[in-house]
């Protein structure tokens, strides 16, 4: 059974910096594209960031772009969301995801994802 298993999450400030990781599989990381969700109560889920399996594009969404930087560490298997400048309604539940191939409607549609992790609590106070 595939894995992706999300760290790092926790209570930061606003303005403060915090990094969440994605582990999983050596064959799943060198295949596949992988994402970033997250959800927040009451919200849908909203794509954050994706980057390709061969790690030459990276991707993300307006909200964080500038923020955010997406990465990947070969030799751990797992790819990194290093956040900066949060803000409190950058609150919510952070899940990795490894897309399904190489085509489909959009690498920002979840629903082009598949072996979600349990994600990882991120709280921003204000």
């Known amino acids: 059974q595939v894995q992706l298993v999300e760290s790092g999450g926790g209570l930061v400030q606003t303005g403060g910096s915090l990094r969440v990781s994605c582990a999983t599989s050596?064959?799943?990381?060198?295949?596949?594209?992988l994402g970033w969700f997250r959800q927040a109560p009451g919200k849908e889920r909203e794509f954050i960031s994706a980057?390709?399996?061969?790690?030459?594009?990276?991707y993300y969404a307006d909200s964080v772009k500038g923020r955010f930087t997406n990465s990947r560490d070969n030799a751990k298997n797992s790819m990194y969301l290093q956040m900066k400048n949060l803000k409190p309604e950058d609150s919510a539940v952070y899940s990795c995801?490894?897309?399904?191939?190489?085509?489909?409607?959009?690498?920002?549609?979840?629903?082009?994802?598949?072996?979600w992790g349990q994600g990882t609590q991120v709280n921003v106070s204000s």
């Open positions: 050596a064959v799943i990381f060198r295949i596949y594209s």
């Open positions: 995801a490894r897309r399904r191939g190489p085509y489909g409607r959009s690498i920002s549609d979840q629903f082009d994802y598949t072996d």
């Open positions: 980057i390709t399996w061969d790690n030459r594009t990276t």
